[in-house]
């Protein structure tokens, strides 16, 4: 059974950091891809950054520059580091992976940034 278990929102001010963590269990975690996704209000879910089993990474245009993924296969763990945080990352962030052609998603992890 796959889960994926999201730490790390919080209630930040404009220009602040946020470190987001997603426990993996039920899949090979150094054969997959990690995926961080995010959703705002009234708004669709949005492919934030995503790191592969060798550590390449590709990032929204939105974060890039901001917002570091990197990955711990020792603790089956990805981390989504949130720099220089604005108004506009406001939202919902959910870890994803894909197993066996299917999507798993965590039950998210509320980030609100204030100005």
């Known amino acids: 059974q796959v889960q994926l278990v999201e730490s790390g929102g919080g209630l930040v001010q404009a220009g602040g950091s946020l470190r987001l963590s997603c426990a993996a269990s039920?899949?090979?975690?150094?054969?997959?891809?990690m995926n961080w996704y995010r959703q705002a209000p009234g708004k669709q879910r949005e492919l934030v950054a995503a790191?592969?089993?060798?550590?390449?990474?590709t990032y929204a245009k939105s974060v890039k520059g901001r917002f570091t993924i990197s990955r711990d296969n020792a603790k089956n763990t990805v981390y989504l580091q949130m720099n220089s945080l604005e108004p506009e990352d406001t939202g919902v962030y959910y870890c994803?992976?894909?197993?066996?052609?299917?999507?798993?998603w965590g039950q998210g992890t509320q980030v609100t940034v204030s100005s």
């Open positions: 790191i592969t089993t060798v550590g390449t990474t």
């Open positions: 039920g899949i090979i975690f150094n054969t997959a891809t």
């Open positions: 994803n992976v894909d197993s066996l052609r299917r999507p798993y």
